[in-house]
């Protein structure tokens, strides 16, 4: 849902901090003839860390602009299991304790998986093969082929062996809070990082203007 709050950029405004950037907070609506209006809001939690680094920043506004597409309407049912794991993953940001694409990977595949998205990394496509050496994930078409498939397609692997590890691990995990827990090499990163970038455009099916600010910030 969209709202305008008015006055809010005032400093003396009581919306004023409740209506901050990146600020998780409780919002009382009366609905006008075409939007919303916020009547009063409650501040329930303040993210400080995330605009600590202007990294932190562009990567919270490029999870807040998936959370806006990937988001159901109200029609459409109940969004708690985004709202938390963008929570969790604007808490993190804070924390700095993972590396920024980690946050940037974990969050990418759980909020598709969550939208219903899930491409089958059970085994390779052509021949079974469920692990050894590199594989490749079809963006588009959510299918994996392990290097010898690929090849016979003509297509690159893009995934090594760390990476399609952590990318189930990002996919079948059940419960959240363990899902950011792996271990990844910089170099298997590097695949996982690149390969669920690609298959977050494929299924938006259009770029994302803070994806194009983030990558100007990320090394
Ligand atoms: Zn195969």
Redesign the pocket.
């Known amino acids: 849902i969209s709202a305008s709050a008015r006055g809010s950029l005032r400093m003396k405004s009581p919306l004023f901090s409740a209506t901050g950037l990146f600020c998780y907070s409780e919002f009382s609506l009366s609905s006008g003839r075409s939007h919303f209006f916020v009547d009063a809001a409650q501040i329930k939690k303040v993210f400080h860390g995330v605009s600590a680094t202007v990294e932190g920043m562009a990567l919270a506004s490029y999870m807040a602009e998936i959370a806006m597409e990937l988001s159901p309407t109200p029609a459409e049912g109940e969004a708690d299991a985004q709202l938390r794991l963008l929570l969790n993953c604007l808490y993190l940001i804070g924390e700095r304790r993972y590396p920024w694409r980690q946050l940037k990977a974990v969050y990418e595949l759980r909020a598709l998986s969550k939208a219903g998205y899930m491409p089958d990394l059970r085994m390779?496509?052509?021949?079974?093969?469920y692990e050894g050496g590199e594989f490749y994930l079809d963006a588009v078409g959510g299918l994996l082929?392990?290097?010898?498939?690929?090849e016979r397609q003509r297509h690159i692997p893009n995934l090594d062996a760390g990476a399609l590890y952590a990318m189930r691990h990002i996919f079948w995990t059940v419960e959240d809070k363990k899902v950011f827990g792996f271990k990844i090499s910089p170099e298997s990163l590097k695949d996982l990082s690149r390969v669920s970038e690609q298959y977050t455009l494929a299924n938006l099916e259009h770029g994302l203007k803070t994806l194009d600010f983030l990558k100007t910030v990320l090394e």
């Open positions: 390779c496509a052509g021949c079974g093969k082929l392990c290097a010898d498939c690929a």
